[in-house]
Each structure stands twice: as C-alpha cells, then as structure tokens.
C-alpha cells in the first residue's frame, strides 16, 4: 500500500513535470505580442475563468499586482450577471480555460468583444471557440491529466499557473521591476521594512528608554520593561550616549527562573554545578524549593498575621508548616557553607528570599545552621556593596 502511494505521488509529479518542460516547445510570436499588449496597457489586465481556471487566475492576478501589473479577476459566470461592468475601455482581458468552449465563456466572449477590448486567450485547445475568438492565444496544451481518469484538471491548471508565472516575470525584466520596486508593494513583509521602514516612523509612537550613569539595576530593569524596546540607552549628564544595556526581548517574571537565566547567561561557567550531574539536579531542586514550597508558608504568616485575631486559629497549622521547611533546611545545611559544593551558586542565592523571611518573623532561633548561614551571606563582601549601592535593605536590618 505504502509502495503504490509513493509510486502514484511520483508518477503525478513527473506527468506534471514533463506538461511544465513541454510548455517551452509551445511558445511564439503569440507570447510576445501578449507581453507588448500587456506593457503598453493603459488599463489593467482583467483576468477570467471558470472552475479550477477561475481559481488559477485569481492567483495569477496576484502575482502580477504585487510585481507592477495592474489587474483584477473577473469570475466568468458572475461577469454575465453585472461584474462585468468592471471591464474598462482601456483594460485588456485574459480568458483561461482549458477546453476554451464551457457555456459561460462562450457567452462572455462576445460581450468583450462587444466592448472592443482586446482578448488573450489562455487555453489548452487551439481550436476552441475560445482560441478562435481571441487577438492573442498563448497555447497551454497538455498530452493528459495527472489524475487517473484523465478528468480533473491536474496537468492542465499546473501549465496555467507556470504561463502565469512566466507572463508576470517577462513583464517584471520589461518594465525593470527592482528589489525597490517590489518592496514598495510588500511594506508590511521583512524585505519592505528593510527599506522602507524608517526610524522616524517608529519614534513618534515610542518612547525612548534612557537612563543615567548612575542609575540603579533595578532602574535600568523598570526603563527596558516600560519603553518596551528590550534595550536603554545609558546618557551622560550632558545628554550624550555613552553606552547601552539590552537583553534582546526577553522577559522573566518568576525569581528563580530569573537567577538561572542571568547565571547561565552571565555566569561564565560558574555559580552552577555542571548540568547533568548529581550536584545540578539539587542545585535545580533548590531553585524550585524556595517559591514553590518554603515560601508559601512564610508569605501566608505574613498575610494572616494582618487579619490580628481573625487569623488565630490558621497560626498553629501555619507555624507548624514553617517549623517543617525550616527544618529540612537547616539538616540540609549541617556541615556546610553552601547548600551546593564549595562556593556560592544560584541556589544560596534563591534560597536567601527563605533566609531574610524566616529572620523578620523571628523564626531563625531553633534553626542554627540555617542561621549561620544567613551570618555569612550577610558578610560577603558582595552583599555588602550591594548594601552601599543600593541603600537601606531592610532584610539585612
């Protein structure tokens, strides 16, 4: 089964493929008088059909827009009943049919004659009532359908499209349709904002982020994030740029993940164990641990302590909570000065938001190790200029 599908895929392919190569054979002075009627056009190119060739046209209309020829799409059966009434006296009009004689053109043929418009005739039967009427006929013959039954058009609509494609290209090399030209009709597409696209269409509905040189981190944070260009300017105090801080668009709400980002971003190798091993996965856990579980205990005692006698009775459920995470913390720190290896990593870092609150709710006493530890990061020469930095931190107080 899978066999036959993969034969018949390939036989569709090459039938399609050889009616393609078989195009090149049929092309003559006809070609080249429909791209000089087109060119010298003062209207535009009203493209018909019916069926799978009504389709075929709509997209060859927009081929031809989008590379400088101006037209529009006629449906052949909606033309006899009003549309067309959008045929003007300068437009020329393209008819595509594969058999050239369905009832609906052969009615509309004469109404465009008619109006003396001059017809080209896009058809596979050259002697059709279609090829027989029209001033210009470009020959889309094929020996037979890709379809098993030689019945649904397959090969035929392939060759339209392709002489489609090989009319907006030969009048896309006439006119000398650049790379600039197409731009101006794709603005919204990358290639047009390129060069269209200036910075003085932008900064009217922007503001510019800035900073001074002496601004705070978090100031810098709170300018990228505000002006929501992922990136400030660092000014002088004369106003001249000095220098700039950006981290692409990315944005990171949760803490943890934050302090995993800036060490694997900027951490150079360190503050981390190697991802893989033993180490990293704890390391990972306690990352998590901190927001995820020992936090919720000491932010509801934060919460409920605020509702003064209301919240009595969740107290005894709360602290016993508390006393758990803390616990687990403190056997985890016995005998050691990081909660990972021999230096400081994320994890300390991450786990200090459990350190300072345990300490403002007084709950630090029974816990020695977890207290110990605190001490020390309290006295990394590190935090201590962070201090100075950064002004009163009341955590640390």
């Known amino acids: 089964m ?91 009009v393209m008819i595509i049919s594969k058999s050239g004689e ?64 090989a009319i907006a290209i030969c009048l896309m090399e006439v006119k000398g349709f650049s790379t600039a030209d197409f731009a101006k009709f794709h603005p919204g597409g990358t290639l047009g904002k390129k060069l269209y696209l200036r910075v003085s269409d932008l900064i009217v509905n922007n503001e510019i982020p800035a900073v001074r040189e002496g601004s705070l981190l978090r100031e810098v944070i709170i300018e990228i994030t505000k002006k929501r260009l992922g990136a400030t300017v660092i000014l002088t105090e004369d106003n001249r740029i000095s220098g700039i801080i950006t981290d692409g668009d990315i944005k990171i709400a949760e803490s943890g993940a934050i302090v995993d980002y800036l060490i694997r971003s900027y951490g150079k190798g360190t503050m981390m164990p190697p991802i893989g091993t033993p180490d990293y996965e704890a390391y990972n856990e306690w990352l998590h641990y901190a927001e995820g579980s020992a936090m919720l205990p000491l932010m509801l005692n934060l919460y409920v302590s605020r509702l003064k006698e209301a919240g009595a009775p969740l107290h005894p459920r709360i602290d016993s909570e508390i006393t758990n995470h803390l616990g687990y913390v403190d056997g985890a720190l016995k005998g050691r000065e990081f909660f990972i290896g021999d230096s400081l990593t994320g994890a300390d870092i991450q786990m200090s938001f459990v350190g300072e609150m345990a300490k403002v709710f007084d709950k630090l006493g029974p816990f020695p190790n977890l207290g110990g530890w605190l001490t020390r990061m309290h006295a990394r020469p590190a935090f201590k200029r962070s201090i100075e930095k950064g002004g009163a931190y009341r955590f640390a107080q």
């Open 2 to 92: 899978k066999k036959s599908i993969i034969a018949t895929a390939k036989k569709t392919i090459d039938l399609e493929a050889r009616s393609i190569s078989n195009l090149s054979a049929l092309l003559d002075h006809n070609f080249e008088n429909a791209i000089s009627l087109i060119h010298n056009c003062s209207g535009r190119l009203v493209i018909s059909g019916i069926g799978k060739s009504a389709i075929i046209a709509q997209k060859i209309v927009a081929t031809l827009n989008s590379t400088g020829t101006p037209s529009v799409f006629l449906h052949a059966a909606d033309a006899i009943h009003g549309d067309i009434g959008m045929v003007q006296q300068s437009d020329i």
């Open 102 to 165: 369905s009832p609906e053109i052969k009615v509309l043929i004469p109404l465009i004659k008619n109006f003396k418009n001059p017809i080209i005739a896009l058809c596979g039967n050259m002697q059709s009532y279609l090829a027989k009427s029209a001033d210009v006929i470009l020959n889309t013959t094929v020996s037979e359908e890709a379809c098993p039954n030689n019945l649904a058009p397959t090969s035929s609509t392939t060759a339209q499209l392709v002489m489609g494609d």
